[in-house]
């Protein structure tokens, strides 16, 4: 099994290139088996859909105090 | 007297002034300079005075601005790439990088602090802590890793093209935007959930 080292690096490489089929088999079965790394894949999904808010204008970047 | 048409925008929509705060916010956390900053959301709002009748509620003001905003932003990032080329940074930090990491793991490369539970993804785009947080954790990545990782998710940048204007090779490319995840995602942990506050 690819260690969550692995997993986290390609995890991320998934956002920028599209993964060889070994690859994704090899990062689905570790997924099935690791609470961390699904944890992990789901943040990066959530850090994904955060930039897409602010690249459409619709973050609520709300006054603060600079 | 007739309705005014669907078509022009409504007169209760707010004046491009007033967006001026977010368009700042906006623009300092990509480009990290404060007059630089300034000056590309005072040519946008100047560009959207003179394009009102354009604009035609087609979307929110907010996302109109956004657009002309996102426009001045990746010129300003494309003249500072060839002014302060971060090509030598990134080949530091990309070495850097797997050192940084050593903690996170442990001797057999499975984790030794495991990321945690966020919750649902959509009531953490609702929760105000969730964005100060973000805005405060980017504003903490080094200016190289934050070019490219706002080039990519920001602005939209394919990594073949970030590679064409920063100067770097692929590989170097993966490395820096996974390192930005990385420390996003470490950063987000211990502000936004570290007290306690948001999460499901």
């Known amino acids: ?66 | 007297m007739r309705p005014p048409a669907s078509g022009s925008p409504p007169s209760d929509d707010p004046a491009p002034e007033t967006y001026r705060d977010y368009l700042y916010r906006f623009a300092v956390l990509q480009l990290r300079d404060p007059h630089l900053a300034e000056d590309a959301v005072q040519e946008t709002l100047l560009a959207a005075v003179t394009a009102k009748s354009r604009f035609a509620g087609r979307s929110s003001a907010k996302t109109w601005l956004t657009g002309i905003l996102k426009h001045k932003i990746a010129d300003l990032v494309r003249k500072q790439s060839r002014e302060t080329p971060l090509a030598d940074a990134i080949r530091v930090e990309a070495v850097r990088e797997s050192d940084e990491f050593d903690a996170l793991f442990r001797q057999n490369e499975h984790w030794s602090s495991p990321p945690r539970d966020w919750g649902n993804p959509e009531r953490a785009l609702e929760n105000k802590h969730f964005w100060d947080a973000l805005e405060d954790c980017a504003t903490l990545m080094s200016p190289a890793v934050a070019r490219v990782f706002m080039m990519r998710e920001i602005q939209g940048l394919s990594t073949e093209e970030i590679c064409k204007e920063v100067g770097i090779s692929t590989t170097n490319c993966w490395v820096m935007l996974h390192r930005a995840r990385m420390s996003l995602r470490l950063c987000l942990e211990q502000k936004w959930l570290g007290d306690g506050a948001g999460g499901a």
């Open chain 1, 1 to 66: 099994m690819i260690t969550c080292r692995e997993v986290t690096r390609l995890i991320s490489e998934g956002h920028d290139r599209r993964l060889s089929l070994s690859e994704r088999i090899g990062v689905r079965l570790h997924l099935m088996m690791c609470n961390g790394c699904r944890n992990f894949d789901a943040q990066l999904r959530l850090i994904r859909k955060a930039c897409q808010r602010l690249a459409n204008g619709e973050a609520p970047l709300d006054p603060r105090e600079r």
